[in-house]
């Protein structure tokens, strides 16, 4: 089966800290696509960074990046500087084949 | 802002009631997606639309009744509704199904009463 595990539902950080979101997955396709996703209080949800499986480099955009370990099948998001804007509902995601698969979903909290 | 619109935001509908919900996208995507979160729970699949043609029904109980008329709208009928169902009911759009991240809207949180 095709699953993707995240295994912390919620998690606290202080501003300006620096927090690790983890995400596993499961298939056994060779080439895929792996992605976070942010859903703020507001309820759009918005891809915050892409990852093409067959790339070594990890991916970065600004303050986020992510640790991508294809034999482990790892996907975790880090988020550097964390600000009160990155509360959210965080959603790691892959295209094994023809859809994309979500993970239930890390709930972010940024304190003041 | 996405490129994907949803209406209406908000919904209040009766278990008798038939309503649409629509998405509409001018992202030049092929493929559009209804997806259902409920709260504590995962997203969940529930139709998908590659260029026009139904390509992926999840098990979705027949009183949600998709219709995607060209490549731009996406439509999703309602009628005789449970209070389970209430939810938010996300639309989404891709340039194709199976590599490229989908773009979603912001949602109808519908509620039947």
């Known amino acids: 089966a095709q699953t993707v595990t995240q295994s912390q539902p919620e998690m606290s950080v202080q501003e300006a800290e620096t927090v690790t979101l983890s995400c596993t997955y499961d298939?056994?396709?060779?080439?895929?696509?792996l992605f976070w996703y942010k859903q703020p209080p507001s309820r759009q949800m918005i891809l915050v960074i892409r990852q093409e499986a067959y790339k070594q480099q990890n991916a970065t955009e600004n303050r986020f990046s992510v640790n991508f370990q294809k034999a482990a099948k790892s996907f975790s998001l880090k988020i550097s500087d964390s600000q009160l804007g990155d509360t959210a509902m965080y959603f790691c995601?892959?295209?094994?084949?023809?859809?994309?698969?979500f993970g239930k979903g890390t709930r972010l909290h940024i304190l003041p | 802002e996405t490129g994907v619109t949803q209406t209406p935001r908000h919904l209040v509908m009766g278990m008798t009631n038939k309503k649409s919900l629509k998405c509409e996208q001018h992202?030049?995507?092929?493929?559009m997606y209804w997806y259902k979160q409920s709260a504590k729970k995962p997203l969940e699949l529930m139709f998908v639309?590659?260029?026009?043609?139904?390509?992926e029904n999840n098990s979705v109980p027949s009183r949600f009744s998709p219709e995607c008329p060209n490549s731009s709208h996406l439509f999703l009928h309602l009628h005789t509704l449970q209070p389970e169902d209430s939810a938010l009911y996300l639309c989404?759009?891709?340039?194709?199904?199976?590599?490229?991240?989908?773009?979603f809207g912001q949602g109808t949180r519908l509620t039947v009463v």
């Open positions: 992202l030049g995507h092929n493929a």
């Open positions: 298939t056994s396709e060779n080439n895929y696509y």
């Open positions: 639309y590659s260029l026009e043609e139904r390509v």
């Open positions: 995601a892959f295209i094994p084949t023809n859809k994309i698969i």
């Open positions: 989404a759009s891709s340039q194709d199904t199976y590599r490229t991240e989908a773009f």
